[in-house]
């Protein structure tokens, strides 16, 4: 069968196109944007991509039309399909048809985290012996692929809110039926497509009708978005994660960076995580990843170790290298809580050296300016602070950013960034670069130019 695939190069889509082609299928497909580490691993399975939307390239057509909802009506590729009466389906949809039916599905959700917690527990699956299968929004450093269809019943997938497609707008989420549902946190988010933090509840207790009784869901205990969405209806038992109250899953000891923590189940410490990650966040991210992993059979002492070799995900708090003694990170920031956790984890690691932050907005409810007065809070842990801010953001962010002083400075152009840091960096500086996107490949730019 030949699948071609609209919106391939977002993570969620190439993820699918990669399940495809490893189904046998013959696949192509076209996007807008390209860039890694999508467009790397896609050419790496022979996938063929098409850069832009011309109609042409549905002649011939395929035998499954996959859309992503990154496209909309008016799209040329679309309405081409729908002109000519094409068959066509979601991702999500085609997703559960073709990959998800009959397998135990552990589906991880919530504003944040989902990437990271996803490939924690599709790691610990791995290293159980249970060779699952997983989707994920990202490419974990111990897999080098963002999805597999895996040799067993178990298949791991980020199970994302956003809408499915134009003609779907349903949350993805709602196609995967889980066995077993982590839902990390629950902030709002997503304003192009939501209006209120109400709107996502509704669509979280959706997910949480899906989950069979015989299966499990896994909450954080303090975090009452989501306490309100189990209260308007849950038919399923429920296991608490909690760093400080007495929960299910909790710490007993835990290093002030989060690199060290000892695990709590049902009152009894069972062993100690030493890994290379920092952040609270991470540390609540592992204990939901073990209780996951525990109801797929996985003991908690095999996932404990499995967490300790635990390399991480591209673009979470991800080294893109070191030149004259300055560290240059690369995070994938969306919104003012991750960027908060994140600087908050690195300071905690590199104690009084100097963080300079680099931020783009670029996501659709960051570029709204929704939590844009959030944002200098967020980022008060960094020394340094520098701002994109094209022609075409919706606000000001000179305004905005002009309470933290001198500290924030404010640029038009990716080159001036460069050059600027470049010119204030000194040995010893951590240098963090955030975007949902490809940010115009800063991280190298930057590297190339204190090296140089």
């Known amino acids: 069968m030949h699948v071609h695939v609209l919106g391939i190069c977002g993570t969620f889509m190439g993820g699918l196109a990669l399940l495809a082609r490893a189904l046998g299928h013959r696949v192509t497909g076209s996007d807008a944007n390209v860039y890694p580490p999508m467009s790397t691993q896609l050419a790496a399975a022979g996938i063929a991509l098409t850069e832009g939307y011309d109609p042409a390239q549905l002649d011939p057509p395929s035998d499954q039309l996959v859309i992503g909802n990154a496209l909309s009506r008016g799209n040329p590729a679309v309405e081409r399909a729908l002109d000519d009466g094409l068959r066509y389906t979601s991702g999500a949809q085609w997703l559960a048809e073709e990959v998800l039916q009959g397998r135990w599905v552990l589906a991880v959700a919530g504003t944040h ?10 790691w610990i699956l791995d290293q159980a012996g249970l ?17 597999r269809l895996g040799d067993g019943p178990f298949f791991v997938v980020e199970a994302d809110e956003y809408d499915t497609a134009f003609f779907d707008k349903r949350s993805k989420f709602v196609h995967y039926r889980p066995r077993t549902l982590v839902m990390n946190n629950l902030e709002f988010d997503h304003a192009d497509i939501f209006t209120d933090l109400a709107q996502i509840q509704r669509q979280f207790h959706h997910l949480v009708r899906t989950v069979p009784a015989s299966g499990l869901i896994v909450v954080p205990r303090s975090d009452a978005a989501l306490a309100e969405v189990l209260a308007m209806g849950c038919w399923t038992p429920v ?38 990650h920092t952040g609270l966040h991470n540390v609540a991210n592992a204990l939901a990843a073990l209780a996951a992993a525990r109801h797929a059979g996985v003991p908690p002492e095999v996932g404990i170790a499995a967490l300790s070799a635990f390399q991480g995900v591209k673009r979470r708090m991800e080294l893109r290298g070191e030149a004259n003694g300055v560290r240059v990170y690369d995070d994938f920031a969306h919104h003012p809580t991750a960027i908060r956790t994140t600087l908050h984890g690195l300071r905690k690691q590199v104690g009084d050296a100097r963080i300079i932050a680099i931020l783009e907005p670029r996501s659709n409810t960051m570029r709204l300016g929704v939590h844009k007065d959030e944002l200098p809070e967020a980022l008060a842990e960094a020394d340094r602070v520098f701002v994109y801010a094209p022609s075409n953001l919706g606000w000001d962010a ?50 190339d130019a204190l090296g140089g």
């Not at 929004?137 to 692929?145: A, Q, R, T, W």
């Not at 109250?245 to 100690?272: N, Q, Y």
């Open 398 to 447: 000179a305004a905005v950013f002009a309470r933290m002083g001198e500290r924030a400075r404010v640029f038009a152009q990716t080159e001036d960034i460069v050059r600027q840091v470049a010119a204030e960096a000194r040995p010893d500086d951590h240098i963090l670069g955030m975007s949902n996107g490809g940010f115009e490949g800063i991280h190298q730019r930057l590297l």
């Open 239 to 276: 296991e608490h994660v909690d760093l400080v109250d007495g929960a299910a899953w909790g710490v007993a000891a835990m290093s002030a960076d989060g690199s060290r923590f000892t695990v709590v189940c049902g009152g009894r410490e069972i062993g100690e995580v030493r890994w290379c």
């Open 131 to 147: 060779a699952p299968g997983f989707l994920i929004g990202g490419v974990p450093l111990d897999f080098g692929v963002s999805a």
């Open 113 to 122: 985290g989902k990437t990271t917690t996803a490939s924690m527990l599709a």
